[in-house]
């Protein structure tokens, strides 16, 4: 990512990871901080737990199973020219599937779930892929991810928020792409491929 002003937390999760083989990864002048957790930690406790090892005033969620481009991040700060957004994220409007080697284009999630604003308590929903996430770090501290949900933390922080009142940007779909492998038990959450295949198109 060529976003100049960041830093990467990368949390492992598992006992199977080599902290020392991840650290030997990074170049030198690099602002890379790895740590590990047990599998016992939840997702949601090791996203909260890399927040916590930065002071930088955005946080961004960026999975290991999908893929982003090298503006992804310098797009979304782009955004606090025209609004202070307090959380953000984009919809999966382009899907990469292994199987084919084919990039697809979703029009109805492109024209329907970006580019939107979704006032907090208000009953709008909100659409956008989980590895996407951005938000500002000192509200996240007051509303962490969850720490005891097994599956859908990115989901429930967005209700969360939501519901305490906080607004949501859906920035533009460019720069991601929500990847799909042919791998069985390959990804924590398994897309409607089969919907995604009728609804989109092949553009790579």
Same mark, same amino acid.
């Given at each position: =990512?060529?976003?100049?002003?960041?830093?990467?937390?990368?949390?492992?999760?598992?006992?199977?990871?080599?902290?020392?083989?991840?650290?030997?990864?990074?170049?030198?002048?690099?602002?890379?901080?790895?740590?590990?957790?047990?599998?016992?930690?939840?997702?949601?406790?090791?996203?909260?737990?890399?927040?916590?090892?930065?002071?930088?005033?955005?946080?961004?969620?960026? /999975? /290991? =199973? =999908?893929?982003?481009?090298?503006?992804?991040?310098?797009?979304?700060?782009?955004?606090?020219?025209?609004? /202070?957004?307090?959380?953000?994220?984009?919809?999966?409007?382009?899907?990469?599937?292994?199987?084919?080697?084919?990039?697809?284009?979703?029009?109805?999630?492109?024209?329907?779930?970006?580019?939107?604003?979704?006032?907090?308590?208000?009953?709008?929903?909100?659409?956008?892929?989980?590895?996407?996430?951005?938000?500002?770090?000192?509200?996240?501290?007051?509303?962490?991810?969850?720490?005891?949900?097994?599956?859908?933390?990115?989901?429930?922080?967005?209700?969360?928020?939501?519901?305490?009142?906080? /607004?949501?940007?859906?920035? =533009?779909?460019?720069?991601?792409?929500?990847?799909?492998?042919?791998?069985?038990?390959?990804?924590?959450?398994?897309?409607?491929?089969?919907?995604?295949?009728?609804?989109?198109?092949?553009?790579?």
């Amino acid at each position: =990512d060529r976003y100049p002003h960041k830093e990467l937390v990368v949390v492992l999760h598992g006992h199977e990871a080599s902290v020392a083989d991840a650290r030997s990864l990074i170049r030198p002048g690099e602002a890379i901080s790895i740590f590990q957790l047990g599998k016992a930690a939840s997702l949601g406790e090791c996203l909260n737990f890399a927040a916590a090892q930065t002071d930088a005033e955005y946080w961004a969620k960026v /999975d /290991d =199973d =999908d893929l982003y481009g090298p503006e992804y991040l310098s797009d979304i700060m782009l955004y606090r020219r025209a609004v /202070d957004f307090p959380l953000g994220g984009k919809c999966s409007a382009f899907v990469y599937s292994q199987a084919g080697d084919q990039i697809r284009w979703d029009r109805r999630h492109a024209a329907s779930r970006a580019w939107q604003f979704r006032r907090g308590g208000s009953e709008e929903r909100v659409y956008v892929a989980g590895g996407t996430l951005v938000g500002k770090t000192e509200l996240l501290r007051e509303l962490p991810f969850s720490a005891t949900r097994r599956r859908g933390s990115d989901s429930e922080l967005v209700r969360s928020w939501h519901a305490a009142g906080h /607004d949501f940007v859906a920035f =533009d779909y460019f720069n991601f792409a929500l990847y799909r492998s042919d791998t069985p038990d390959f990804h924590t959450w398994n897309a409607d491929m089969a919907g995604i295949r009728e609804r989109s198109t092949v553009v790579g």
